[in-house]
């Protein structure tokens, strides 16, 4: 957690040096610094285990797209020398970006609070390596999160690598809640949410969602430090790579702020598990660890009390229902009572 984590992670950079963690200035792309936390200077956020291909690409897109001042901070961890060198040539040629290298993994929450610490925007953005930037993604978040105090974070429609169909939008993430208590949360892509392009009615519409995504998330600072970010794992308890983006999502509903869809910020996703290779070195050491990702699941459901787990996928449900220590896979007609009145989603 933010309030303590010097006191559980030591940061290096790529040399194996630490880090001046107050030695630092808040620079942006044009060499400009600027004051410590302004809502001008935007910190994004990016998590590294290999894919030194990916992440270049991410930043390249970043650079060519975004207008508006940022700083990117990446935080690495255990990546092969020839991802390392990626890593060192993208932070030669920029001055705005900043390196944190993990010998061993902090998991998908440590990384991303290690990268809020060291970061000096007043907005954060998570975003995912594995995504790339399109015009005006940034302004369009920054336009959304600067018109209402109450809006605490702010995501971006996801579109395949085909830039006409859509990954995620807002309609896709429901929870399910009765007298305002939240025991269902999760994914919709079935049937009509399926196959949506990116100018259909639906993801056209903007408005608060119950939970977003943070694989390209804007969300203010002040609200990061509300949450006291990430759960991370501290003390043998929390959450290391899955679900994050749900508990954080939920942590900042109960601070009291709205979680925003913004149709007009488009990033791209260029993620398919259908098509990877589950047998290469990101993914069976830090993505598809089955038996962690399940352990998470079942501290976040406890956590929140929660029931259920939606993921109902274009080719199949994966939702689980959670009884007693296990997670038993079930079928809900979400268009049925009691799901139907108390489904929740973009309003």
Same mark, same amino acid.
């Given at each position: 957690?933010?309030?303590?984590?010097?006191?559980?992670? @030591?940061?290096?950079?790529?040399?194996?040096?630490?880090?001046?963690?107050?030695? #630092?200035?808040?620079?942006?792309?044009?060499?400009?610094?600027?004051?410590?936390?302004?809502?001008?200077?935007?910190?994004?956020?990016?998590?590294?285990?290999?894919?030194?291909?990916? @992440?270049? #690409?991410?930043?390249?897109?970043?650079? *060519?797209?975004? =207008?508006?001042?940022?700083?990117?901070?990446?935080?690495?961890? !255990?990546?092969?020398?020839?991802?390392?060198?990626?890593?060192?040539?993208?932070?030669?040629?920029?001055? *705005?970006?900043?390196?944190?290298?993990?010998?061993?993994?902090?998991?998908?929450?440590?990384?991303?609070?290690? !990268?809020?610490?060291?970061?000096?925007?007043?907005?954060?953005?998570?975003?995912? *390596?594995?995504?790339?930037?399109?015009?005006?993604?940034?302004?369009?978040?920054?336009? %959304?999160?600067?018109?209402?105090?109450?809006? !605490?974070?702010?995501?971006?429609?996801?579109?395949?690598?085909?830039?006409?169909?859509?990954?995620?939008?807002?309609?896709?993430?429901?929870?399910?809640?009765?007298? !305002?208590?939240?025991?269902?949360?999760?994914?919709?892509?079935?049937?009509?949410?399926?196959?949506?392009?990116?100018?259909? =009615?639906? =993801?056209?519409?903007?408005?608060?969602?119950?939970?977003?995504?943070? @694989?390209?998330?804007?969300?203010?600072?002040?609200?990061?430090?509300?949450?006291?970010?990430?759960?991370?794992?501290?003390?043998?308890?929390?959450?290391?790579?899955?679900?994050?983006?749900?508990?954080?999502?939920?942590?900042?509903?109960?601070?009291?702020?709205?979680?925003? +869809?913004?149709?007009?910020?488009?990033?791209?996703?260029?993620?398919?598990?259908?098509? %990877?290779?589950?047998?290469?070195?990101?993914?069976?050491? +830090?993505?598809?660890?089955? *038996?962690?990702?399940?352990?998470?699941?079942?501290?976040?459901?406890?956590?929140?009390?929660?029931?259920?787990?939606?993921? #109902?996928?274009?080719?199949?449900?994966?939702?689980?229902?959670? %009884?007693?220590?296990?997670?038993?896979? %079930?079928?809900?007609?979400?268009?049925?009572?009691?799901?139907?009145?108390?489904?929740?989603?973009?309003?």
């Amino acid at each position: 957690m933010l309030k303590d984590i010097e006191k559980h992670y @030591t940061f290096f950079d790529l040399n194996g040096e630490k880090i001046d963690l107050k030695g #630092r200035k808040a620079i942006d792309q044009y060499k400009e610094i600027h004051k410590d936390f302004s809502f001008n200077f935007t910190s994004i956020v990016l998590i590294s285990a290999e894919r030194g291909e990916d @992440t270049k #690409r991410c930043v390249e897109s970043i650079f *060519n797209y975004t =207008p508006e001042p940022f700083e990117i901070i990446i935080s690495d961890v !255990g990546s092969s020398e020839g991802t390392k060198k990626i890593l060192k040539e993208l932070k030669g040629a920029n001055s *705005n970006i900043h390196m944190i290298c993990n010998k061993d993994s902090t998991g998908t929450t440590g990384q991303r609070n290690q !990268g809020i610490f060291l970061s000096l925007g007043g907005l954060l953005v998570f975003m995912d *390596n594995d995504v790339l930037a399109l015009p005006n993604w940034l302004k369009s978040l920054k336009s %959304v999160i600067q018109k209402d105090e109450k809006i !605490g974070a702010v995501g971006a429609k996801l579109l395949k690598p085909d830039r006409l169909t859509v990954y995620y939008c807002g309609a896709h993430a429901v929870t399910l809640e009765k007298d !305002g208590e939240i025991y269902g949360i999760g994914l919709d892509k079935g049937e009509e949410l399926s196959e949506l392009r990116k100018d259909d =009615p639906i =993801p056209q519409v903007e408005g608060e969602v119950p939970w977003y995504s943070t @694989t390209t998330l804007l969300i203010r600072r002040d609200v990061v430090y509300k949450c006291d970010g990430f759960d991370d794992i501290i003390g043998g308890e929390g959450i290391f790579i899955a679900n994050e983006d749900k508990d954080l999502s939920l942590t900042i509903r109960k601070e009291g702020f709205k979680i925003w +869809y913004c149709p007009e910020s488009e990033t791209i996703h260029n993620h398919d598990y259908s098509q %990877v290779n589950r047998e290469d070195k990101y993914h069976k050491l +830090y993505r598809l660890r089955m *038996n962690q990702i399940e352990k998470d699941t079942l501290y976040f459901m406890r956590k929140w009390n929660l029931t259920y787990l939606l993921e #109902r996928l274009p080719h199949e449900d994966n939702t689980k229902k959670l %009884v007693g220590s296990k997670l038993i896979p %079930v079928k809900l007609d979400l268009s049925s009572i009691p799901y139907s009145d108390d489904l929740v989603r973009l309003k």
